[in-house]
């Protein structure tokens, strides 16, 4: 064997080893590419996302506009009365206890000051000008005044000033139940005037259900829940009334002690002959 057959196979077996190598290195190095790293974690998958729920509004057919717009001459008639019946009661309300409140503080002042003053006369001009308490001490001042060479000289002086202060406090009690009157009448009418008109809106209801032939729930139930408004309104008109008019009575009474026995004691004073 020769020399160059003793090179020849050597470098014969290593081009054959390289050749086999380089075809597995691609190989290997795709799989070990394709495959996930242990260090890094798989990503969480995500949730999906909640559906958004629109809630649609349903416009309202009926209620007080819409009975406005659609009723005759006579529902808006019955509406605009028991709007008037209210407005006329919280009034009264309104103004009765502001009345209420002035006697009670010329109560007030008249105990403060009247009795300390040295006279029947200094004291009433020391009340505020149009109060009832003055009014009485006024009316009981001049009663004494004017008894002798008069029509009442024949009345004994004690029944005069006492028949003139009780007038006063007549007077005075007359003031504080104006308007009382208006309270109770509507708070016994009002619930009367809104079954009036929901009588007149079912009975609407039913003749146009009867001339479009048609009986279903939405065209039944509608007009006759919007008829029932009438009565809701007049409970909503009366229960004040009442309530008011209740109320008002008990303060009237409290406030009235106070007059009548402010009236009493200058009568005494008088009879006392302290002007």
Same mark, same amino acid.
């Given at each position: 064997?020769?020399?160059? %057959?003793?090179?020849?196979?050597?470098?014969? $077996? /290593?081009?054959?080893?390289?050749? @086999?190598? *380089?075809?597995?290195?691609?190989? &290997?190095?795709?799989?070990?590419?394709?495959?996930?790293s242990?260090?890094?974690?798989?990503?969480?998958?995500?949730?999906?996302?909640?559906?958004?729920?629109?809630?649609?509004?349903?416009?309202?057919?009926?209620?007080?506009?819409?009975?406005?717009k659609?009723?005759?001459?006579?529902?808006?008639?019955?509406?605009?009365?028991?709007?008037?019946?209210?407005?006329?009661?919280?009034?009264?309300?309104?103004?009765?206890?502001?009345?209420? %409140?002035?006697?009670?503080?010329?109560?007030? $002042? /008249?105990?403060?000051?009247?009795? @300390?003053? *040295?006279?029947?006369?200094?004291? &009433?001009?020391?009340?505020?000008?149009g109060s009832?308490?003055?009014?009485?001490?006024?009316?009981?001042?001049k009663?004494?005044?004017?008894?002798?060479?008069?029509?009442?000289?024949s009345?004994?002086?004690?029944?005069?000033?006492?028949?003139?202060?009780?007038?006063?406090?007549?007077?005075?009690?007359?003031?504080?139940?104006?308007?009382?009157?208006?309270?109770?009448?509507?708070?016994?009418?009002?619930?009367?005037?809104?079954?009036?008109?929901?009588?007149?809106?079912?009975?609407? $209801?039913?003749?146009?259900?009867?001339? @479009?032939?048609?009986?279903s729930?939405?065209?039944?139930?509608?007009?006759?829940?919007?008829?029932?408004?009438m009565?809701?309104?007049?409970?909503a008109v009366?229960?004040?009334?009442?309530?008011?008019?209740?109320?008002?009575?008990?303060?009237?009474?409290?406030?009235?002690?106070?007059?009548?026995?402010?009236?009493?004691?200058?009568?005494?004073?008088?009879?006392?002959?302290k002007?």
């Amino acid at each position: 064997m020769s020399l160059m %057959h003793l090179v020849r196979a050597p470098l014969v $077996a /290593a081009l054959i080893a390289l050749t @086999s190598l *380089g075809a597995t290195l691609p190989t &290997a190095a795709l799989a070990q590419a394709s495959a996930p790293s242990a260090a890094t974690p798989a990503a969480a998958p995500t949730a999906p996302a909640a559906p958004t729920v629109t809630k649609e509004e349903v416009a309202n057919p009926y209620g007080v506009e819409a009975m406005w717009k659609d009723g005759d001459l006579i529902t808006r008639s019955t509406l605009i009365i028991m709007i008037i019946m209210s407005m006329a009661s919280w009034y009264v309300i309104f103004t009765k206890l502001f009345e209420q %409140h002035k006697l009670l503080k010329s109560a007030k $002042a /008249a105990g403060d000051s009247f009795w @300390s003053a *040295g006279s029947v006369r200094k004291g &009433a001009d020391g009340l505020d000008e149009g109060s009832a308490f003055r009014f009485i001490a006024e009316s009981g001042l001049k009663a004494s005044e004017h008894h002798e060479g008069t029509l009442v000289e024949s009345i004994d002086k004690h029944t005069w000033i006492g028949m003139s202060i009780q007038r006063a406090v007549d007077n005075i009690n007359s003031r504080l139940q104006d308007g009382l009157a208006v309270l109770a009448t509507v708070g016994s009418t009002a619930p009367f005037v809104g079954l009036f008109g929901t009588v007149w809106g079912i009975l609407h $209801a039913l003749t146009n259900i009867g001339i @479009s032939g048609q009986a279903s729930i939405d065209k039944v139930a509608g007009p006759v829940g919007e008829a029932l408004i009438m009565t809701a309104i007049g409970l909503a008109v009366a229960v004040p009334a009442v309530m008011g008019y209740n109320w008002l009575i008990r303060r009237n009474k409290s406030a009235m002690e106070r007059v009548r026995a402010f009236s009493s004691d200058v009568h005494n004073v008088l009879l006392a002959g302290k002007r």
